[in-house]
């Protein structure tokens, strides 16, 4: 490599160095140490030397010990880093052709570190869960990015996605509080996903206590049959035992168990071999349960070889003497490990070989470039989602009846995050399972419930049945007679004109279109208000005598037909309501229900329909003319794509239904209708094709009639290839079609489209359009949901933000518009203290540095404040000041509180004092009153005031190194409440301000100081 000196940004660096930072554990037993994973770093560095040349890969692990839990690595692990990666960070900035990376796998300590790599710029890149929530979020988390299997958005995904694909409306969440932490922080992101629209029912259990399983399958046994289980492995298999006691494992029943993954490959392992006598009741009661894992690539199996795991058992065993068991799986996270430095390497080439120094030096930059990318590496596919981290193929597995094994179900691919099926379910019961028995939970549902012992009335003797019958019939000729002149009589159908007004001529509310808009200028329609009710008014007919609506008497023919049509209430058929007369007397006008979208010719052209639509709008002209061929009216009469209308909710409705009768019949003429059913029959046929291809000569009988050229409806989705000729035969009236009535035709168009057994009334018809909405609402209550919860939970950050600034009292008061009054505060006790040598940092360091220490050491301070009765006020450069007996008070209290504090900040710093040679922490302590109150109303501060507040600053400014400065009244305090606190005399000194005063040195550490720090 040339001199640095020498390069800039123009010059291409023909070998880019990579130190690679790693955070090592090296006790066994835990999936991120060194026996599991430096076979894969070994493995990385190998193959990135063979693939790219030209890149110089190094690596520098950090260890000091054999970390027996992540805790204990967290502890030192942000000091490790600290004073390692500082030099690198400095040796990158004055080489361009050079990066430091840090990556590893471990727990939570990732958290830690992060802001390091924040402040410095250092891309991170681990196989470490991303369930930290600060983490998630790239404003807090700019340059990390995470291959990690337990991506916590994509099992929430999976949950979903299982309950929406059974459509479950009520199940029950156990959720396991006792063991590993990832399964409460799934069930706290589940719960807002899942809940919404839904009932469910959470119970938390503690597996490390005795749980009365029984108990609580009995109470959520009356609620559903549908069971999360969130927890331990071992819990799930003493429900299951409990379940199979109860007789509930037969297949009514479904229990899911998610496992975040598999260590051994034995059958049964982490499910049901345990090994006892219940080994066979529990596989049998697996038959009822759905497993949610991610798949065999987590382990670097691909097509089917284990190739990548042999080697890392081979390297396990010679380079750091660990041999695996026989069933042992390699942990996720060598897998993890190997493909993370393998992108890093494919990101870093693209990098050199475009000379882009600004971004593999920038780890905010470097970090963009794995977002919503995929990369193929030897073990795998892994596609990094939008927030920087992993998004794993999950599946739903079973247990395999016949050989035990697992098998997957659905597959949950990470490009669409949807469910594919890939194999047939063997399941005891009814598939798909649901969620409420059909019987209802206590048998008391209508469909099962008994019709009664009707044998007991049935078969009282022939000649009572006859007697039944006769009179039956003569009943029934009566009530019809009665019933035909009572409808003669009935003049509920007229309408005066007088009620009728024009829209706009009230205050009721316009319509948004215009007649022609939605029906055309070449009807005689318009629209008018009857008693608010917005209605359409068509032009009848003209009378040959002038009448009023009062003396117009249509014929009995006439009357039955008016009144069918007003029972004719069918959701498919627009409404007709009755006849009204012009006020001169002339015109008979029909009155029907306004329909909002108006005709298909004018509306379809317009609007752009998928297939699921077409079809809903198929079967809902095929019902509407199905109902009206049913009823009494047996025939439309003019039927045609004009009358058909589409409600508000997209809802067909055949209007003018017998107009054309009733038209005839007020003129007295004669209505032969052979014609007029079998014009019905064509025009449905070509109102269909009209639906299917919108070609305006469809759009009626006589404009298919009148085409110079024959249309042909050749403008179609393939869904329709088979319903399209038997339209078409329809349209022509050819007698080969064989569809004499509309149920003929119907049957034929449902078979057609690939609807079983040519009904259309039940629920299939539209399964669809159904599911695609339920979808829509499901993914819009799901965003709905999310955003909730984001703002549920950018609250609660802004909660606890404010509560660090001011009192929880205050903060209710202020929201409220309320400035808190100011108190005075008899006796509080206050605590002062500073790092001794700051300046010094702040003289010889970086500003990031400084920041980055100061961030460090208040932090860890932050963490002891809440063993304590105190309350924090303000933290200035390298000042601290803490305050106990304000704004709570606490009695005399405050002087231990205060002292036993500033102990555990001494023993806190010295881990810094170590770092940073030459810094210690003094501090200063008074008692006294002391005023408080908030200050300010755009950035409200609590702030102390009084005397008090100024000696605890001069007992700082003359304390010593590493000593706890008090004064008289803090001493006073102590020796009379607190004795065990020693004290120890300084004497009589000038103090700026207070003049001759004597002080104190507190002295020694109390029995409770040491019960605090086990606690």
């Known amino acids: 490599m040339e001199d640095s000196t020498t390069a800039n940004s123009t010059f291409l660096c023909s070998i880019l160095d990579i130190e690679i930072v790693t955070l090592a554990i090296i006790h066994p037993v835990l999936l991120g140490s060194l026996p ?353 981290e992993r998004i794993p193929t999950v599946q739903v597995n079973q247990l395999d009846w016949n050989t035990s094994q697992i098998r997957p179900l659905f597959v949950q691919d990470p490009a669409d995050l949807r469910l594919h099926a890939v194999n047939p379910p063997q399941w005891p019961g009814t598939w798909p399972p649901l969620n409420e028995p059909k019987c209802g939970f206590r048998g008391d549902a209508p469909l099962c419930t008994p019709k009664g012992n009707t044998d007991l009335y049935i078969g009282s003797g022939g000649g009572a049945v006859a007697l039944i019958i006769l009179l039956t019939c003569v ?149 509407g003319v199905r109902a009206i061929v049913q009823s009494a009216i047996r025939y439309h009469g003019n039927l045609s794509s004009n009358c058909c209308y589409v409600d508000k909710h997209f809802t067909v409705k055949i209007g003018e239904a017998g107009f054309n009768q009733l038209r005839k019949l007020i003129r007295q003429e004669s209505t032969d209708t052979t014609d007029d059913r079998n014009r019905d029959i064509r025009a449905v046929g070509i109102i269909l094709l009209y639906v299917i291809t919108v070609d305006d000569r469809f759009a009626s009988l006589e404009k298919f009639e009148s085409a110079p050229d024959k249309p042909s409806p050749d403008s179609f989705s393939p869904e329709f290839s088979k319903v399209v000729p038997i339209l078409k035969l329809s349209a022509e009236g050819s007698p080969a079609t064989a569809t004499s009535d509309v149920n003929s035709l119907t049957r034929k168009v449902t078979v057609a489209l690939g609807l079983s057994g040519g009904r259309i009334d039940d629920t299939h018809l539209l399964e669809r359009i159904i599911r695609r909405l339920e979808n829509y609402t499901t993914e819009l209550d799901h965003q709905v949901a999310v955003r909730t919860t984001a703002l549920i939970d950018e609250q609660r950050k802004c909660d606890l933000l404010l509560r660090e600034m001011l009192p929880a009292k205050h903060i209710e008061l202020l929201r409220k518009g309320t400035v808190p009054e100011p108190e005075t505060f008899d006796l509080a006790t206050i605590l002062f203290t500073e790092i001794g040598g700051f300046k010094e940092i702040v003289k010889n360091s970086k500003p990031a540095f400084v920041m980055l220490f ?27 000041m803490v305050v106990s007996g304000i704004p709570m008070r606490n009695g005399h209290a405050h002087g231990k509180e205060i002292c036993e504090l500033a102990l555990s900040l001494l023993d806190v710093y010295s881990a810094f004092g170590v770092l940073f040679d030459g810094t210690s922490l003094q501090s200063g302590i008074h008692t006294g009153s002391c005023a408080a109150g908030v200050v300010g109303l755009k950035a409200p501060r609590y702030c102390l005031f009084g005397d008090t507040v100024n000696t605890a600053s001069r007992m700082l400014m003359y304390s010593d190194v590493s000593r706890i400065h008090i004064s008289e009244s803090t001493c006073t305090l102590l020796k009379e409440y607190f004795p065990e606190l020693e004290t120890e005399k300084r004497g009589t000194i000038e103090i700026k301000g207070k003049g001759s005063i004597t002080t104190y040195w507190l002295a020694a550490e109390p029995l409770s100081m040491t019960a605090r720090k086990l606690n």
């Open 36 to 388: 599991y994973l430096g076979p894969a770093y070994i493995k990385g560095l190998q193959d990135i030397r063979q693939k790219y040349p030209s890149l110089n890969v190094t690596q520098t692990i950090l260890w000091e010990k054999s970390y027996r839990s992540c805790q204990d690595l967290q502890a030192d692990g942000v000091n490790k880093v600290t004073a390692n990666v500082d030099k690198k960070y400095q040796r990158s900035e004055s080489d361009p052709c050079s990066t430091t990376v840090l990556m590893w796998a471990g727990c939570s300590e990732v958290a830690e570190v992060n802001p390091i790599a924040r402040e410095l710029d250092l891309f991170m890149l681990t196989s470490t869960a991303s369930n930290v929530p600060d983490l998630r979020k790239k404003r807090l988390a700019p340059t990390w990015i995470t291959i990690t299997v337990l991506s916590m958005s994509t099992y929430v995904n999976i949950y979903v996605n299982v309950v929406s694909m059974f459509n479950w409306t009520s199940f029950a969440i156990i959720v396991d509080n006792g063991g590993n932490p990832y399964f409460p922080q799934l069930a706290q992101s589940l719960y807002p996903q899942i809940a919404p629209g839904r009932q469910v029912h959470r119970e938390n259990i503690n597996t490390k206590e005795d749980v009365d399983f029984k108990k609580i399958f009995l109470h959520l046994n009356s609620l559903t049959r549908v069971f999360f289980y969130l927890g331990d492995p071992n819990g799930f298999r003493k429900l299951l035992l409990k379940a199979t006691e109860l007789n509930s494992t037969n297949g009514e029943h479904v229990y899911v168990i998610g496992t975040p993954f598999r260590l051994s490959s034995e059958p049964g392992y982490l499910h049901w071999k345990k090994n006892d006598e219940d080994d066979e009741v529990v596989r049998f009661a697996y038959r009822s349960v759905l497993i949610i894992e991610p798949d065999g690539s987590v382990y670097g199996q691909t097509d089917g070889s284990d190739s990548f795991s042999l080697e890392m058992r081979n390297l396990s065993k010679t380079k750091y003497n660990y041999t695996y068991g026989p069933y042992e799986l390699i942990s996720p996270h060598p897998a993890s490990t190997y493909a993370g430095m393998m992108m890093l390497a494919q990101v870093m080439e693209n990098l050199r070989s475009t000379n882009a120094c600004e971004m593999w030096s920038s780890g905010r930059e470097t970090a963009k470039l794995f977002l919503n990318r995929s990369f193929e590496t030897d073990v795998g596919r892994f596609y990094i989602g939008p927030l920087g």
């Open 475 to 623: 009943v029934f000729m009566f009530t019809r007679r009665t019933a035909n002149n009572a409808l003669l009589n009935n003049d509920s159908w007229r309408i005066d004109s007088t009620n009728l007004r024009a829209v706009g001529d009230t205050n009721q509310v316009s319509v948004p279109k215009t007649l022609s808009e939605i029906i055309g200028n070449e009807k005689n329609v318009t629209m008018k208000y009857v008693n608010d009710q917005l209605v359409w008014v068509t032009a009848a007919t003209k009378l040959s005598i002038p009448s009023t609506i009062q003396a117009f008497r249509p014929s009995p023919s006439a009357l039955l037909l008016i009144n069918h049509l007003r029972r004719l209430d069918h959701p498919n058929v627009n409404r007709f309501l009755g006849l009204t007369v012009s006020h001169s007397g002339w015109h008979v006008s029909f009155v029907s229900d306004f329909v909002q979208r108006g005709a298909l010719t004018k509306l379809l052209p317009q609007v752009t329909l998928d297939s699921d639509l077409q079809i809903a709008l198929i079967f809902d002209i095929l019902k």
């Open 854 to 880: 100061l961030n460090d050491v208040y932090t860890a301070f932050d963490s002891v404040l809440s063993r304590f009765d105190v309350y924090k006020v303000e933290t200035i450069k390298d000042s601290y």
